[in-house]
């Protein structure tokens, strides 16, 4: 091919690298066995590509280039390693051998070696924020200090907890590869819920100053597509079709200045259209199954807020039938609280208030800002104004996200 111009290399390298760095890198994982040896050899091949490039042209197949060059600038590192470290020598003399033992299966038709990559991150041997971490890092290439500003902490902790991860699948030796039909119902729903943790921390943020963080909802929503391309499960295209129908609204949410606008208030014309017909027809898709799961049903119950055109149109029956539905598959407090919630829409306040009564006497709920919420909002709409202020203070004492704080703070100015 004809010399390019370094610009044009240049910008070439930036649009491989957006599209096939994360490819390239989990494919160098399964190759060479650990995360900080792909990651320096990744970063090996892109500068030989901008060295190359220019003169030799842009090769037909960028990511195999990029991995054949990765995988040989691996080996000759650690070749050089070797001459000092009787252990990366024994490592050294395994490499030959590492194509063959590594080569990817097709017990199950799947060869992406990024599901891989998932499978492992998102391991059960490891805590549930290492497994965040991790996947943010590892799989969507997020750096260290940007997942540290969305979860407001540290880059420190962060490091800290991708160090152990790192170390703990070492260690372990968690193999590279995606669990077998007998192990994967198990092992899919340690990933689910991880991708599911990093969009609820971006659509509804736990703390901080801000509602949402849009761009860890949009990393999930990547993580949602990807896997839905190399696993197909109902369960997979149900959480796909949950986070979009939840993304559709993000422009509604709120107002410019970061304030919360309820669901009941907001201008539904701001909804994403596309979004709500990806979703509606992926939850199709998923109930067509007839193997759907607990993200299906939520999905579900998401298509029918999304049907309504008007607050007014909403159809609580339904909505209320299928948490009851999703009561059955996954009881849980939080679960029953926002059924209690769909059941006082349709058949009024005061059957949900003695619900949420019920659920709070019970205790599980008593340090969750939300149930007393949902609790001063039904006394409010009852005229029981003591009683909802009561209940406001309450979850004001416990909220710790600031627009939450606001409404909560607005909802007592109003009550006088």
């Given at each position: 091919?004809?010399?390019?111009?370094?610009?044009?290399?240049r910008?070439l390298?930036?649009?491989?690298?957006q599209?096939?760095?994360?490819?390239v890198?989990?494919?160098l994982?399964?190759?060479?066995?650990?995360?900080?040896?792909?990651?320096?050899a990744?970063?090996?091949?892109?500068a030989?590509?901008?060295?190359?490039?220019?003169?030799?042209?842009?090769?037909g197949?960028?990511r195999?280039?990029?991995?054949?060059a990765?995988?040989?600038k691996?080996?000759?590192?650690?070749?050089?390693?070797a001459?000092f470290?009787?252990?990366?020598?024994?490592?050294?003399?395994r490499?030959?051998?590492?194509?063959?033992?590594n080569?990817?299966?097709?017990?199950?038709?799947?060869e992406?070696?990024?599901?891989?990559?998932?499978?492992t991150?998102?391991?059960?041997?490891?805590?549930?924020?290492?497994?965040?971490?991790?996947?943010l890092?590892?799989?969507?290439?997020?750096?260290?200090?940007?997942?540290?500003?969305?979860?407001?902490?540290?880059?420190?902790?962060?490091?800290q907890?991708?160090?152990?991860?790192?170390a703990?699948?070492?260690?372990a030796?968690?193999?590279?590869?995606?669990?077998?039909l007998?192990?994967?119902?198990?092992?899919?729903?340690?990933?689910?819920?991880?991708?599911?943790?990093?969009?609820?921390?971006g659509?509804?943020?736990?703390?901080?100053e801000?509602?949402?963080?849009?761009?860890l909802?949009?990393?999930?929503i990547?993580l949602g597509?990807?896997?839905?391309?190399?696993?197909?499960?109902?369960?997979v295209?149900?959480?796909?079709?949950?986070?979009?129908?939840?993304?559709?609204?993000?422009?509604?949410?709120?107002?410019?200045?970061?304030?919360?606008?309820?669901?009941?208030?907001?201008?539904?014309?701001?909804?994403?259209?596309?979004?709500?017909?990806?979703?509606?027809?992926?939850?199709?898709?998923?109930?067509?199954?007839?193997q759907?799961?607990?993200?299906t049903?939520?999905?579900?119950i998401?298509?029918?807020?999304?049907?309504?055109?008007?607050?007014?149109?909403?159809?609580?029956a339904q909505?209320?039938?299928?948490?009851?539905l999703?009561?059955?598959?996954?009881?849980?407090?939080?679960v029953e609280?926002?059924?209690?919630?769909?059941?006082a829409?349709?058949?009024?306040?005061?059957?949900?208030?003695?619900?949420?009564?019920?659920?709070?006497?019970?205790?599980?709920?008593?340090?969750?800002?939300?149930a007393h919420?949902?609790?001063?909002?039904l006394?409010?709409?009852l005229?029981?104004?003591?009683?909802?202020?009561?209940?406001?203070?309450?979850?004001?004492?416990?909220?710790?996200?600031?627009?939450?704080?606001?409404?909560?703070?607005?909802?007592?100015?109003?009550?006088g």
């Amino acid at each position: 091919m004809a010399e390019l111009e370094a610009g044009h290399v240049r910008q070439l390298l930036a649009e491989v690298y957006q599209s096939e760095s994360r490819r390239v890198f989990a494919t160098l994982v399964r190759l060479l066995g650990d995360f900080d040896l792909a990651e320096e050899a990744l970063h090996d091949a892109f500068a030989s590509a901008a060295e190359q490039w220019g003169t030799s042209g842009v090769p037909g197949n960028p990511r195999a280039w990029l991995v054949s060059a990765g995988r040989f600038k691996a080996i000759d590192a650690i070749r050089r390693r070797a001459k000092f470290d009787a252990s990366s020598r024994e490592i050294a003399s395994r490499l030959a051998a590492l194509e063959t033992a590594n080569a990817p299966g097709d017990e199950e038709g799947i060869e992406d070696d990024r599901l891989r990559l998932i499978f492992t991150c998102c391991h059960p041997a490891l805590a549930p924020d290492t497994q965040v971490a991790l996947t943010l890092r590892e799989v969507c290439g997020l750096k260290t200090e940007e997942i540290a500003a969305a979860y407001l902490t540290t880059p420190a902790t962060i490091a800290q907890r991708i160090v152990r991860g790192k170390a703990k699948i070492r260690d372990a030796k968690i193999p590279y590869q995606v669990p077998s039909l007998a192990d994967l119902p198990d092992r899919l729903d340690s990933v689910l819920s991880v991708i599911y943790l990093v969009f609820n921390e971006g659509y509804s943020a736990s703390s901080g100053e801000s509602l949402t963080r849009a761009d860890l909802s949009q990393e999930a929503i990547r993580l949602g597509h990807l896997l839905s391309e190399l696993l197909p499960d109902a369960e997979v295209l149900g959480l796909l079709a949950l986070m979009l129908l939840h993304e559709s609204r993000r422009a509604a949410r709120s107002t410019p200045q970061g304030d919360i606008i309820l669901l009941e208030e907001q201008d539904r014309s701001l909804w994403n259209q596309q979004q709500i017909a990806a979703g509606k027809a992926l939850v199709q898709q998923a109930l067509a199954t007839r193997q759907f799961g607990v993200y299906t049903i939520q999905a579900t119950i998401s298509a029918v807020h999304a049907d309504a055109a008007e607050p007014s149109q909403t159809d609580w029956a339904q909505i209320a039938a299928l948490y009851d539905l999703l009561m059955r598959a996954e009881p849980s407090p939080v679960v029953e609280l926002n059924q209690a919630v769909a059941i006082a829409m349709r058949d009024g306040p005061l059957v949900g208030l003695e619900l949420i009564d019920a659920i709070l006497a019970r205790g599980e709920l008593v340090e969750y800002y939300l149930a007393h919420s949902a609790r001063a909002d039904l006394c409010r709409r009852l005229g029981k104004t003591a009683e909802a202020r009561d209940a406001y203070e309450r979850a004001l004492a416990l909220v710790r996200q600031e627009p939450e704080r606001r409404f909560l703070l607005k909802r007592l100015e109003e009550l006088g």
